[in-house]
């Protein structure tokens, strides 16, 4: 059957098309004041105002351990030839890219419009091919966090508890993702990545997180065409029966997690927002 296209670019948005997932139907009217592209993900039933990722090539049944990267598979497979805009970005009902830091706390919704990346911040600046979220550092663990549960990967490792550039992104992943898989896993890479991801998870101790990002759409396909074959050798050895708790059973969105922040820094020139994290739910009554 026909892959249907609708909804169409968003008023004012004419050089920047920008997705915004949600798994709640009632944010429509919200993400269109935003002027963002509404996505629906997950089990409800979504209107025909949403793109989704179950009509066409897809994998939505993945969507429990895939996350997002359902949609960005459908858009790779069935719409990418579709955007026509300069710029195509991703952002979350509760996770939004931001053009300077704002306060979180009693947020007014058209305060948090005012300062979300439009398009007119891409237009007005053409220095960077990507933008990603200000890096993310895992080497500030808390005591109370490492007490509880890696107390014994600490105590063998004494050295973790006093030099924290020792925590680096492979201990990160291998304590909240299981331990050695991002081994198993860059070993499925292909050559052109392998050893330069390994180098970028064993020694760096921060990465641009939430799978969020916005790129020059005639990036998106090349990304696409890397990370998605490697997803699916992943597969073949983490499989799905055996990921039980969320660390593990996202453990296909964490690895493109890290990849993204890996694959568009060394092949782009890359700025990086701030990323607000506020719920589209606290705005229900509006």
């Known amino acids: 059957s026909a892959v249907r296209i609708r909804p169409s670019l968003p008023k004012f948005m004419k050089n920047t098309s920008i997705f915004c997932l949600t798994l ?3 944010h429509i009217k919200l993400i269109n004041e935003l002027t963002y592209i509404p996505v629906g993900l997950g089990e409800k039933k979504f209107s025909k105002d949403f793109l ?18 359902t949609f960005h598979y459908w858009i790779w497979k069935n719409h990418i030839s579709n955007i026509k805009t300069k710029w195509v970005g991703f952002c979350q009902y509760r996770k939004f890219f931001l053009t300077e830091e704002i306060e979180n706390k009693d ?22 091919d990507c933008i990603l979220g200000k890096k993310f550092s895992v080497e500030n663990y ?24 020792k925590r680096n992104l492979k201990l990160h992943f291998d304590l909240f993702h299981g331990k050695g898989n991002i081994d198993l896993a860059i070993d499925l890479l292909d050559k052109k990545n392998k050893e330069d991801f390994k180098n970028f998870i064993y020694n760096k101790t921060s990465f641009n997180p939430h799978n969020m990002f916005v790129c020059k759409t005639k990036i998106l396909n090349d990304y696409y065409n890397v990370v998605f074959p490697w997803l699916e050798k992943c597969e073949k050895k983490f499989g799905f029966n055996k990921l ?3 660390g593990l059973q996202r453990i296909y969105g964490f690895l493109a997690e890290r990849f993204l922040s890996y694959w568009f820094n060394k092949n ?8 607000i994290v506020k719920d589209l739910q606290d705005y229900k009554n509006l």
């Open 244 to 246: 039980k708790g969320y």
């Open 24 to 26: 709640n139907p009632d």
């Open 107 to 128: 947020l007014k919704f058209e305060n948090l419009k005012k300062n979300i990346l439009q398009s007119d911040y891409l237009t007005n600046n053409n220095d960077f």
């Open 268 to 275: 782009y020139k890359v700025r990086e927002l701030p990323i």
């Open 52 to 69: 989704t990722d179950k009509i066409g090539e897809e994998i939505s049944t993945k969507n429990p351990f895939y996350g997002e990267y």
């Open 142 to 165: 808390k005591i109370s966090k490492i007490v509880k549960h890696h107390l014994f990967d600490f105590l063998k490792n004494p050295k973790l508890f006093i030099d924290k550039k």
